[in-house]
Nanobody, 123 residues
């Protein structure tokens, strides 16, 4: 069992930056791929970024590649999402996910989810 708690969301102006953190409990954190997803009002949950547990390979949605960076610290059981050059369309609730055997873009591959943290980008 893995429990996930996100933090770091908030209100930021367009062009600004935020860093989201996701703290995980459970001894098997280092054995799972981790992902970040987001969901805007009236829209489906969409993939943002993922990182593998072997080799720390990273994957990004086209909409965030070059602006967002996912990283993980297995010693701290934490995964991060550094978000730079934020745009209005990045406004959403951001969810951390774990439990996938590979760095998947499909949310159904993940077994554990955090409660989400709101990111609001203003003009």
């Amino acid at each position: 069992q893995v429990q996930l708690v996100e933090s770091g969301g908030g209100l930021v102006q367009a062009g600004g930056s935020l860093r989201l953190s996701c703290a995980a409990s459970g001894r098997t954190f280092g054995s799972y791929a981790m992902g970040w997803f987001r969901q805007a009002p009236g829209k489906e949950r969409e993939f943002v970024a993922a990182i593998s547990w072997i080799g720390f390979r990273t994957y990004y949605a086209d909409s965030v590649r070059g602006r967002f960076t996912i990283s993980r610290d297995n010693a701290k059981n934490t995964v991060y999402l550094q978000m730079n050059s934020l745009k209005l369309e990045d406004t959403a609730v951001y969810y951390c996910a774990s439990g996938a055997s590979f760095a998947a873009t499909d949310p159904s591959e993940y077994n554990y989810w955090g409660q989400g943290t709101q990111v609001t980008v203003s003009s």
